[in-house]
């Protein structure tokens, strides 16, 4: 989903309950204008999950078609919460 404005980028936040939803959606914003995303680095035990995610992540940023249906992308998804849950 492309963020069009900072009030859009805290409403998603807001939808997932995060109670700093404003702030989120602002460093959210300011991300995706750079085109840069800063994550950060995971403890070991999660790793896996997080390497999953972001692979999942490549798969989303191309347009539906008939190549990419996201099927690939909610595969890794929910192999990616299958390793967070033993991490």
Sequence with gaps: MHVHSVEQAAGVYR??????????GKAFYAEEEERSFHIGCPDYAARPALILTI???????????GDNDYSCARTLL???LAALDKA
């Design 15 to 24: 939808a997932a309950r995060f109670a700093d939803a404003e702030a989120r």
């Design 55 to 65: 692979e999942a992540a490549r798969h989303i940023c191309g347009p539906p078609d």
């Design 78 to 80: 929910r192999a990616a």
